[in-house]
């Protein structure tokens, strides 16, 4: 089984504008798909460095001079960057999705289709994971996470059925989970429902919201003038955060104005919002979802 199948690959890259001696990064790696395009694109004298903090993405390295692949959140990137000597790039390009291989992998427990252990992991030496939301957090720290990571208008009703259910045992597996919750969701829907709450868990785990503001704040110092952002985003709470930072450069209120009332931001944007095509969502349903953005560093 194919580890992943990239998405809006051929537009992501694109939005690079690769120069075939510059530097680029991948701070999402995965299967290896996009920076593959990327080093393609690069001539002898360019330098790709990949970032991913799932061990298993390690077995995908590409044997190539050029290339570096570094086992660490993203969330790090000048840190580790700098590293390598590394002060300034050409362009940055992030798909923040899971992978196929995560989803697939029944014991990770990102799926809602096999029953595993609650994990949810992204990086597996984490502490956190999904056996601790479900069974340590809150009623009302449960309540949050689904109101805020999954948009579930019956995020009270679901905290309070699992923090009932633990007083009498752990909620340790998938199918326990699902099957506990089930009966309260809304006929007809309940799979897709499941994925919802299965989000929202999967986001608190990862700590992903805070991941991509870290991440965010630092493409500015990190990119050269005129050096470029290309973000594929999976769910709102992402590609809103990604919008409003290329359009302002904060993720909330408004850039100061000069005493002329003119602004300064960080970037402009680089065309419209981009979609997968009608043919890529057939071949990859996983792609549905996705939106594409981009940007360049002024």
């Known amino acids: 089984m194919e580890y992943h199948k990239p998405v809006l690959l051929k537009e992501s890259v694109e939005g690079l504008d690769i ?7 991948d ?48 969330r790090h990137l000048k840190r580790y960057l700098r ?20 989803f697939n992998e029944a014991e990770r427990g990102f799926s809602t289709r096999f029953n595993a252990k609650l994990d949810m992991r992204m990086n597996q030496n984490s502490s956190l994971s ?7 957090y809150d009623e009302a720290q449960l309540r949050n996470i689904f109101y805020a990571y999954g948009d579930l208008k019956n995020a009270p009703k679901l905290a309070r059925i699992i923090v009932t259910e633990r007083k009498n045992n752990p909620i340790t597996h998938s199918e326990t989970l699902n099957n506990l919750l089930k009966p309260n969701l809304f006929k007809g829907k309940e799979n897709k429902v499941l994925a919802q709450i299965y989000q929202a868990i999967r986001i608190e785990v990862n700590q992903e919201i805070e991941v991509l503001k870290d991440f965010l704040l630092q493409t500015e110092d990190l990119l050269k003038p005129a050096g470029r ?14 919008k409003r930072y290329i359009r302002s450069g ?5 850039p100061e104005k000069d005493f002329y009332g003119n602004i300064t931001v960080p970037f402009k944007k680089v065309g419209k919002l981009i979609t997968p095509s009608p043919t890529e969502i057939k071949e990859n ?10 940007a360049e560093k002024k």
Do not use: M
Not at 250 to 254: I, K, R, S, Y
């Open 285 to 294: 349903n996983r792609a549905r979802s996705a939106k594409l953005r981009i």
């Open 229 to 242: 952002l290309s973000l594929i985003s999976y769910h709102s709470l992402e590609d809103r955060l990604v």
């Open 83 to 102: 590293f390598y000597g590394v002060k300034k790039v050409d362009g940055i390009l992030g798909d923040f999705g899971v992978s196929s291989h995560q």
């Open 27 to 74: 701070v999402t790696f995965g299967g290896g798909g996009h920076s593959k395009e990327i080093l393609s694109q690069l001539g002898t004298d360019g330098k790709l460095y990949a970032f991913d903090q799932d061990k298993d993405a390690l077995n995908n390295s590409i044997d190539d001079a050029r290339f570096t692949l570094i086992n660490e959140n993203f």
């Open 130 to 136: 999904a056996y601790e939301v479900i069974n340590e």
């Open 250 to 254: 904060l993720f909330q209120g408004e």
């Open 19 to 25: 120069k075939p001696d510059g530097v680029y990064v």
